[in-house]
C-alpha cells in the first residue's frame, strides 16, 4: 500500500479519527488518479473535520486551494482568491498581484482556471479546493453552488472541490437540483474519546493521571451542557491554575483526590455560568483567580458584572420605560383595573388561575399605542407632569436605544404603535430605583 | 508469454481504470440504453451538415439519467465522418456559466473565433456584439458552415431578460440564413411553459425525452458493465480474472440485496456511480478484488440520516431542549414557539420529574442558539431586531421518528429524559 506510512503518521496525530482518514485517504487516492469531483463533509463544530482534511492533503503534498467562506463576502472575491491561491508557487512568499486576473463571474473563472493550471503544470495531478464553511455559499448567487460541484465537467481538469460545513446536505439542495457530492459524516466524539483527546495537552511537570483526573472532574461539570471540543480545553486550560493551587501550597497531594475535587468543584459551577457565556471575560477570569484569594472578592466582583442589566436613566425616562412595559405586557381590559384612580384596590384574589399559554411573558410584548403609553404613564406618576416636547422627545431616544421599538410605522404622527423590548430583570432594578412596585401592576403575577 | 506486471502497480492501473469512471468528464463508449434517442441526434446534426438544414430540438431528462453523456456520444460518432469534423462548428453554453446574454455573447464570439476577438478576450458593448453576431451569421447561407449550439441548463437561459439570446438564437434557425442546430437540454420538463410565446413559436417544438426505463436485470448489468475492466486494458490474463471476480460478485445475495434497495430508492446510474466509489476507491495490492463488505459499508454511509446524526452530537441539555419542542409541536399542533415557552417547558420538567440539574437560563439560551446554528430549529420571520431573541417565533425542523431513533443509541442518556421523551405530556 503506498501510503501506508502516511496514514500511519496521521492516524496518530489524530486520534479517534482513524476512519474518518483511511475513507479520505483512499478517495484522494494517488495524484495522478482522478478524484471524486465534489466531497461533502459534515460535523458538529470541533470535531476535526478541517484539520483531518488539512494534515492528510498537507501529508499527501497534494495542490490545496484553502477558502473560508465567511471571509469571501461576494462570489467575485470567491473566484479571484481560488484564482490568486492557485497562482501562488512555491518558492515565492507573495504573488505578485500583476497577474492575478479580473474575474468577475463563473464563466471567466472556467476560462481562466484552466489557464492557470496549465501554466503552472499542474495539469497532472489533482487539485483541491477545500471550501470551508461552505453553508455561506448558500447565500451568495444563485447557481455558485451548483456551478462549483460541477467544476470538473465544466473546466475539464481533475478537480475535486471539498465542502466543509456544520449543517446536513438537504439544505443545501437547490430546487431544480444538483450533481449531488460524496457525503462524509463526521461523528462527534465520545466521552472517552474526549478525555482522550484533551490529555493530549497535559502540562510537563505534573504526571499525566492527575491531569486526566482533572480532566474527568471538568467534563463532569461541563459535558452535560456542552460537547464543543475546543470550548471544553479553553475552560480545561483557564481553570487549571486553580487545580493545581492546593499542591503548590502543601494543602493537598496528588492522591487526594476527594480535596482536589472540593476545592474545584464551585469554582467550576461558577465558570459555567461565567466563563462559559463569556459575561466575564478569559482574560478577566485569569486575573480574578490570581489577586483574589478570598472568594468574598471575587463574588462582589462577579456582582458588579452581573449588574450589568442596570441602566441609568433620566427619572421621567423611567417611568416612561415602566409605563411601556406595563402596556406591552397588560392586556388593554385590565388597565381600568389597575390605574384607575377610583379603584384604589386590586382585586387580584377575584381572578381564577389562568392557562399558561396566554401569559404574556411567555408569547412576548404586545403593540401599545402612544395615548396607552400617556395614559398609564400619568396615572403611575405621583406628581403633575406637563406633556412637554422634551417628555416626547425621551420616548423617541428610548426608541433609538431600542428600549422600545416602533411597529407599524405607516402612521408615525397620528397614532404611533410601540413595544417595549426591556426583559423583566432589567425593568426590576429600574422600578426599584424610583420605588415602584412593579410586580404588583403585572397582570401575569396576580 | 505476459509481461511480469507488479501487483502494487496492477493494483494501482486497475483503480485508474475504474476511477475515471467515476468522474465527471467520463464518456462511456455507446451509452447506456437510449438507442433509439442518440439515432435522433446524430440525424439531426447530419442533416444540418449535409443540407445545410437548420433545427431545434430540447433534450429533457431527469438529473443524472444520461443526457450530456448522451449527446456526448452521439457527437463523438457524428465527429467520425471527416467531412463533419473538418466542416462542423461548436459551441458549448452552460446556463451555470452564462448567467446573462452579455456573457453569453461574449462567449459566443470567442467560441467561433469572430473578427471582434483578439486572443483570449472580446471587445464591444453588448449592443455591438450582438449587432455583430446576428449580421454574420445573417451573412452566411446555405453553403457556410454549419454551427451546432448546445444549450445546457437550458432553462436557465428562459430566465435571462426578455430571452433575447433564445429569440435571435431561434429566430436565426426559422430563417434562411447560415445552417445552425440548436440542442438544449434541460432537466425541467415543463421547460416549454418558461418560454416567451414569440420565442416558442420559434421552436421546432421536437423534444426528446429520457426516462429511466432500468428493470432490476437491466441494473444489475449496468453495474457490472462499470467495474468491469476494458478490453485495452495491459494485462489480458489479469482482465478475465478480474471480470470473472465482478460476475462472481454480482451472484452474491448479499451484493444483490443492497443492489435491490438502491435500484428502490432511485435507479440513477449516477447515485450507483457513488455507491461504488468507495469500494474502488478502497482497492490496494494488499487487497486486489472488490469485497462484499465494502459495498455494505458504502451503502450505510449513503442510507444513514443526516439529521439524526446531528442530533446525535448534541449534548444532554440541548438534547432535552429538543424533546422539551417536540411536546410542544405535538400539544399546540404545529404553532411555533419561541425561547421563554420552550424554557417554561424545560423547567416544568427539570424541577417535577427529574433530579438532573438545573441550568440557568442564559446557559440554557446558549444551548437554544447552538441549535439553531445547525439549523434544526429555524426562526419563521426574517427580522431579527423587531422583538427579543427569546421571542422569536420558531419552529422544530426534526420529525418524531428521527428523535425517537437518536434516543435509542443515544450514549449515556439519563433514563428520565428517555421517559419524558416517550410520555407525550407532563
Given amino acids: 500500500m503506498p501510503f501506508l506510512d502516511s496514514v500511519a503518521k496521521l492516524q496518530n496525530a489524530l486520534p479517534c479519527r482513524t476512519k474518518q482518514i483511511q475513507l479520505l485517504v483512499n478517495l484522494f487516492g494517488k495524484k495522478s488518479q482522478i478524484s471524486p469531483p465534489a466531497l461533502f463533509i459534515y460535523g458538529h463544530t470541533g470535531t476535526g473535520k478541517t484539520l483531518t482534511v488539512r494534515s492528510i492533503l498537507d501529508e499527501l503534498q497534494c495542490k490545496v486551494v484553502w477558502i473560508n467562506c465567511i471571509e469571501c463576502y461576494s462570489a467575485k472575491v470567491l473566484y479571484e482568491q481560488i484564482l490568486l491561491k492557485i497562482n501562488v508557487k512555491e518558492e515565492e512568499d507573495h504573488p505578485s498581484f500583476d497577474d492575478y486576473s479580473k474575474c468577475d463571474n463563473l464563466n471567466d473563472f472556467c476560462r481562466l482556471l484552466p489557464a492557470a493550471v496549465q501554466e503552472l503544470g499542474y495539469s497532472e495531478e489533482t487539485i483541491y479546493i477545500v471550501l470551508d464553511k461552505a453553508e455561506k455559499l448558500r447565500q451568495m448567487e444563485p447557481h455558485i453552488l451548483s456551478g462549483l460541484l460541477k467544476l470538473q465537467e465544466l473546466t475539464n481538469l481533475n478537480i475535486s472541490v471539498i465542502l466543509l460545513t456544520d449543517i446536513v446536505w438537504e439544505k443545501f439542495r437547490c430546487n431544480t437540483g444538483t450533481y449531488e457530492p460524496y457525503i462524509i459524516h463526521f461523528p462527534d466524539y465520545s466521552r472517552e474519546e474526549i478525555l482522550e483527546i484533551m490529555s493530549l495537552d497535559h502540562p510537563k511537570e505534573y504526571p499525566k493521571e492527575l491531569y486526566d483526573t482533572y480532566i474527568s472532574l471538568v467534563l463532569s461539570v461541563f459535558y452535560y451542557v456542552c460537547r464543543d471540543l475546543k470550548e471544553l480545553r479553553h475552560l480545561a486550560s483557564i481553570n487549571l491554575e486553580k487545580f493545581l493551587e492546593p499542591l503548590k501550597n502543601g494543602e493537598a497531594t496528588m492522591n487526594d483526590s476527594r480535596k482536589l475535587w472540593k476545592n474545584i468543584e464551585p469554582h467550576l459551577k461558577k465558570a459555567l455560568q461565567t466563563v462559559y457565556l463569556r459575561e466575564v471575560s478569559s482574560a478577566q477570569w ?29 427619572f421621567y425616562s423611567k417611568y416612561l420605560l415602566i409605563a411601556a412595559y406595563l402596556a406591552s405586557y397588560n392586556p388593554a381590559k385590565t388597565d381600568r383595573r389597575f390605574f384607575c384612580k377610583k379603584s384604589n384596590k386590586i382585586y387580584g384574589s377575584l381572578r381564577k388561575k389562568k392557562h399558561e399559554r396566554t401569559s404574556n411573558h411567555l408569547l412576548g410584548p404586545k403593540l401599545f399605542t402612544l395615548d396607552r ?42 397614532t404611533p404603535k410601540y413595544k417595549c423590548l426591556v426583559s423583566l430583570d432589567t425593568i426590576k432594578p429600574i422600578a426599584r430605583s424610583v420605588n415602584f412596585d412593579i410586580i404588583r401592576y403585572l397582570y401575569d403575577f396576580l | 508469454m505476459a509481461p511480469f506486471v507488479d501487483p502494487i502497480e496492477m493494483a494501482d492501473q486497475v483503480q485508474t481504470a475504474l476511477r475515471e469512471r467515476l468522474g465527471q468528464c467520463w464518456v462511456p463508449e455507446a451509452p447506456i440504453g437510449f438507442k433509439e434517442e442518440k439515432q435522433q441526434i446524430t440525424d439531426l446534426v447530419k442533416r444540418t451538415i449535409n443540407f445545410g438544414e437548420s433545427n431545434s430540438v430540447l433534450l429533457i431528462g431527469a438529473r443524472g439519467i444520461g443526457k450530456t453523456m448522451l449527446l456526448k456520444n452521439a457527437l463523438k460518432e457524428v465527429k467520425k465522418d471527416k467531412n463533419v469534423h473538418q466542416n462542423l462548428m461548436e459551441v458549448y453554453l452552460s446556463g ?40 454574420s451569421l445573417k451573412s452566411g447561407g446555405q453553403h457556410s458552415k454549419p454551427i451546432l449550439f448546445i444549450l445546457d441548463e437550458f432553462d436557465l437561459f428562459a430566465q435571462h431578460r426578455n430571452q433575447t439570446l433564445l429569440y435571435n438564437l431561434f429566430d436565426i ?52 458493465k462499470y467495474l468491469k475492466l476494458p478490453k485495452t486494458f495491459p494485462d489480458s490474463k489479469f482482465v478475465s480474472k478480474w471480470n470473472d471476480s465482478i460476475e462472481k460478485l454480482c451472484q452474491d445475495g448479499t451484493i444483490q440485496d443492497v443492489l435491490k434497495r438502491q435500484y428502490s430508492i432511485d435507479k440513477d446510474i449516477r447515485r450507483l456511480q457513488t455507491f461504488m466509489m468507495g469500494p474502488i476507491c478502497n482497492l490496494s495490492s494488499t487487497q486486489p478484488f472488490l469485497q462484499v463488505s465494502d459495498f455494505i459499508d458504502s451503502f450505510k454511509r449513503m442510507s444513514t440520516d443526516s439529521k439524526s446524526s446531528i442530533l446525535h452530537g448534541l449534548s444532554i441539555l440541548e438534547l432535552s431542549l429538543v424533546i422539551a419542542m417536540k411536546h410542544l409541536t405535538e400539544l399546540y399542533d404545529g404553532e411555533p414557539f419561541n425561547f421563554e415557552i420552550v424554557y417554561n417547558e424545560y423547567l416544568r420538567f427539570s424541577q417535577q420529574k427529574s433530579s438532573l440539574q438545573i441550568f440557568e437560563k442564559s446557559v440554557v439560551l446558549k444551548a437554544f442558539e447552538h441549535l439553531q446554528n445547525v439549523e434544526l430549529i429555524k426562526p419563521l420571520d426574517g427580522s431579527c431586531t423587531r422583538v427579543q431573541k427569546e421571542y422569536r417565533p420558531m419552529t422544530l425542523l426534526v420529525h418524531p421518528m428521527q428523535l425517537k431513533e437518536v434516543l435509542q443509541k443515544f450514549p449515556s442518556c439519563p433514563i428520565e429524559v428517555k421517559h419524558w421523551a416517550t410520555t407525550s405530556v407532563i
Fill in chain 1, 373 to 414: 403609553l400617556m395614559a398609564i404613564f400619568y396615572s403611575i406618576v405621583e406628581d403633575r407632569v406637563a406633556p412637554s416636547a422634551i417628555l416626547f422627545l425621551q420616548i423617541s431616544s428610548l426608541v433609538t436605544l431600542k428600549l422600545l421599538t416602533t411597529v407599524a410605522s405607516d402612521d408615525q404622527l397620528e
Fill in chain 1, 286 to 314: 485569569e486575573k480574578m483567580q490570581q489577586d483574589t484569594n478570598s472568594g468574598q472578592q471575587m463574588a462582589l466582583q462577579l456582582h458588579s458584572i452581573q449588574g450589568r442589566n442596570h441602566l441609568e436613566l433620566p
Fill in chain 2, 96 to 135: 451555470l456559466l452564462q448567467t446573462n446574454d452579455k456573457i453569453a455573447l461574449k462567449e459566443i464570439a470567442r467560441q467561433l473565433h469572430l473578427d471582434n476577438t483578439v486572443g483570449d478576450k472580446v471587445f464591444g458593448s453588448f449592443a455591438e456584439n450582438l449587432q455583430f453576431l446576428l449580421e
Fill in chain 2, 173 to 224: 434557425a426559422q430563417s434562411a440564413q447560415a445552417p445552425i442546430t440548436i440542442i438544449g437540454v434541460t432537466c425541467r420538463f415543463d421547460v416549454m411553459e418558461l418560454l416567451e410565446k414569440r420565442v416558442k413559436s420559434r421552436f421546432s417544438h421536437r423534444q426528446i425525452l429520457l426516462f429511466n426505463k432500468l428493470s432490476f436485470k437491466e441494473y444489475t448489468e449496468v453495474f457490472k
